[in-house]
């Protein structure tokens, strides 16, 4: 999938990120990371 259509006209479509997808999906079942964990983990890959 290349486009999603967010609207009725032409202009309305937008290139598709499957991970933005993804999380609208599960926006309220995700919890966000807090900076520090997210960033300890990139240090310790």
């Known amino acids: 999938m ?4 967010l609207g ?3 202009d309305d479509l937008q290139p ?4 933005q997808f993804v999380h609208a999906l599960f926006a309220g079942l ?8 997210a960033e300890e983990e990139e240090a310790n890959s």
Request: proline share 5%.
């Open 8 to 10: 009725e006209k032409i």
């Open 30 to 37: 995700i919890q966000e990371q807090p900076a520090e964990s």
């Open 16 to 19: 598709f990120d499957s991970e």
């Open 2 to 5: 290349k486009l999603v259509g």
